[in-house]
């Protein structure tokens, strides 16, 4: 790689590089002691540790890898540290294992290797899953070779220039850019930027997702450019369609392209106007001529289309997260039973119900009460045919709940 051409990097020398990779194994020997809870937790398979079990982190800074010990002094394993999140650690390994460059390589490839599959189907998918790829608050995406990392931890953003230097010479990407306007940013004191960080990144990049075309553009797009994590619901939401459908929150389209090929006709709708154009533009690109879409608040089109005896056979709905602390579970309730109970009233008997929740918080337990809420109230009865979760390349890491936060009921009207 010549580091010249990274435009974020300054003018580091490789020397510098090794330096800093060398830098980073010796802070792995600074350590933080937690208590006996904060220990069973990553004993149990978690991967973080809260500030209120952090026993003495005296003179560690923040970002650094350490080394963390139980009440005892028996290793726990090795964390990012941070010195302003809830989230003080971030278990990276639970052995001695030497945490240098070439660890961070290995991760890379593990990670590259285990997308080999969905990488020959579309050019776009998640490469690096934070927390579900045991790579902790790191975010990799891939649009048509053009990289978009996310950095949403202390730790990875201090690592960024390495992991940045991996990417380049690893996979050889187009571009590589970084999407670190998360809020999540803000709870680790890290400030909010975006922007490209090495070779050429186009404002828009044409993706293919199960042979529709997609215009993302990673750079002023929602997320890095794509909701992802739909990609495998699309094909499943597609196999159920039929006869006229109504996609709500549609962004830049995703599920309405997908069922324009079962549906006689789909409408489309979002608050963002910039979100309606890219879905036209989508619309186009396809040559799906039997899709609409318009700019309106679902909760008031929805409540429009009842007035005015509209009736639909598949209804989408993927709305923003209504709820995104346990503190909001309830008013993020009301939210997602508003939405369902109103989509329910407007199918037709042999209806579907595509419903989602991307919130963490709401569980799918909750989530399926909420619908036969619903569905009580709509007078309906409902018979769920799959119950799905976020796409295969965001994998869910068991004993790290936080890393299932996708939710996706697909549900037939029957009476
Ligand atoms: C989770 S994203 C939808 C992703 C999309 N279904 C896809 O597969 O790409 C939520 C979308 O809802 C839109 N949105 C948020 N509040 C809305 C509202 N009250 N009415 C309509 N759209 C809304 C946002 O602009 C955003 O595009």
Not at 141 to 161: E, P
Not at 164 to 190: H, N, T, Y
């Amino acid at each position: 790689m010549k580091l010249g051409q990274v435009r974020r990097l300054p003018l580091v020398s490789v020397f510098a590089a090794v330096l800093l990779s060398c830098v980073v194994t010796s802070i792995a020997m600074a350590e933080v002691r937690i208590t006996t809870r904060g220990a069973k937790r990553i004993r149990k398979g978690h991967l973080w540790v809260y500030r209120s079990d952090v026993r003495d982190a005296q003179g560690v800074g923040g970002g650094t890898i350490v080394s963390v010990v139980d009440e005892a002094k028996n290793l726990v394993g090795q964390a990012f540290y941070s010195d302003q999140s809830e989230i003080a650690l971030r278990f990276l390994s639970t052995s001695r294992e030497v945490i240098d460059r070439d660890w961070w390589r290995d991760r890379l490839r593990q990670c590259a290797e285990r997308r080999s599959a969905t990488a020959k189907e579309t050019n776009a998918y998640r490469l690096v899953y934070s927390e579900g790829d045991l790579l902790p608050s790191l975010i990799i995406d891939v649009y048509d070779g053009h990289y978009v990392l996310q950095a949403l931890s202390q730790g990875t953003d201090r690592l960024q220039n390495e992991i940045l230097e991996l990417i380049v010479e690893e996979f050889k990407p187009r571009s590589v850019s970084e999407r670190d306007d998360a809020r999540v940013r803000q709870f680790e004191g890290l400030e909010l930027r975006k922007g490209v960080l090495y070779g050429d990144a186009p404002d828009d990049i044409e993706i293919h997702q199960n042979a529709v075309r997609f215009i993302v553009s990673p750079l002023s797009g929602q997320k890095t450019g794509a909701f992802l994590d739909q990609g495998e619901n699309y094909l499943a939401a597609a196999k159920v369609a039929h006869g006229r459908a109504l996609d709500c929150f549609t962004f830049n389209g995703g599920f309405a392209l997908h069922l324009a090929k079962s549906c006689e006709g789909v409408v489309g709708i979002d608050i963002s106007e910039e979100a309606v154009a890219s879905a036209k533009r989508n619309a186009q690109l396809n040559d799906a001529s039997n899709v609409e879409f318009k700019t309106a608040n679902v909760f008031d089109a929805l409540r429009e289309m009842e007035a005015a005896g509209e009736r639909f056979d598949t209804i989408v709905l993927d709305p923003p997260a209504f709820t995104k602390s346990r503190a909001t579970i309830k008013s993020g309730a009301r939210g997602y039973k508003e939405i369902n109970l109103r989509a329910l009233k407007l199918l037709h008997p042999g209806g579907v119900l595509i419903t989602c929740t991307c919130s963490y918080h709401m569980s799918e337990e909750l989530f399926l009460g909420i619908i036969a809420d619903a569905a009580v109230d709509a007078r309906r009865r409902l018979q769920i045919i799959e119950k799905r979760g976020q796409s295969s390349d965001h994998p869910v890491l068991l004993g790290v709940p936080e890393t299932h936060y996708l939710k996706c009921v697909i549900a037939r009207v029957v009476e």
